[in-house]
């Protein structure tokens, strides 16, 4: 981080589905936007890490490192840190109720904003029929959603080298897959409809890395997003006001272009 760059300050901060272990994985601006940000709590909401892919094949790189160290600096600052693992991590939910690094590993949580709302704060794969009821459909899934993710990268690559900015082929896809819509509308009725028979002012969530800020079915349904596709965080103001960050765009960046030199210069 260069010293000229103005701190970013925040009340919390929640961030899913980083996938640590795929190629995909973009921990690099990750880890260039936690070096910036400043915030009381972070919110880890699950699919940090991608067991499912580690199980298949090993692939660690050096960013993944330096983005837990920042992670684990911030706890030992005092930054409270609580992981909501999801069903890509979910060898970690036999760890529920410990603190491992200065990190909390909780199922979900309460989130109560600096207003007075309340907040469900859960991964989201609980709500998911397909994760629940029809996992070998859910590793299909996940196999296309790998084939997705190479195919943008050359597609990206290509549009590099043509002077082209970037541009998710992935998402465009899920777009244009009905099914994929409604799928994704149940899921957001489905937690919002929890929330509300919770008695919760809205719901925080993750999973299907589609990053929305909406009101559904009464309450304020928020999903962060991912580090894979878009880049993107939820953040909360000091007055309580909650905010969808995009940070390639935000940064003028190119999510396919790499800034791993940058960001691993401080971690």
């Known amino acids: ?55 298949k094949s090993w692939y660690w790189h050096p960013s993944f490192d330096a983005l837990l160290r920042q992670v684990m600096g911030m706890a030992r600052r005092g930054v409270q840190v609580i992981y909501i693992p999801g069903n890509h991590d979910e060898a970690l939910r036999d760890w529920f109720g410990l603190e491992i690094a200065g990190i909390s590993l909780q199922p979900e949580a309460v989130h109560q904003a600096a207003d007075g709302r309340r907040f469900l704060v859960m991964h989201g794969d609980e709500f998911d029929g397909v994760i629940r009821y029809a996992k ?60 509300r028979r919770r008695g919760l002012q809205g719901v925080i969530c993750g999973h299907i890395h589609h990053a929305e800020m909406r009101p559904v079915n009464g309450v304020l349904y928020m999903n962060s997003g991912d580090w894979v596709e878009s880049c993107t965080a939820l953040v909360e103001h000091a007055d309580g006001r909650f905010e969808l960050l995009d940070w390639a765009a935000t940064q003028r960046l190119s999510v396919g272009a790499s800034r791993q030199p940058a960001a691993l210069a401080e971690a």
């Not at 995909?24 to 400043?38: I, K, V, Y």
């Not at 998402?171 to 957001?188: C, G, H, N, S, T």
Request: glycine content about 6%; some cysteine.
């Open 136 to 195: 070998f459909l859910a590793y299909l899934g996940d196999w296309a959603y790998d084939l997705a993710l190479y195919l943008n990268r050359l597609f990206n690559a290509v549009r590099r080298r043509l002077g082209y900015p970037y541009w998710s082929l992935s998402q465009w896809l899920k777009r244009q897959v009905k099914e994929a819509v409604k799928a994704i509308d149940r899921f957001e009725g489905a937690l919002a409809g929890e929330a």
């Open 1 to 55: 981080m260069h010293l000229t760059e103005p701190r970013l300050r925040y009340r919390s901060i929640f961030v899913s589905d980083v996938h640590l272990g795929t190629r995909g994985s973009r921990a690099d601006l990750l880890l260039e936007f936690l070096q910036r940000a400043e915030c009381e709590t972070l919110y880890l909401v699950g699919d940090i890490f991608d067991g499912w892919r580690l199980r």
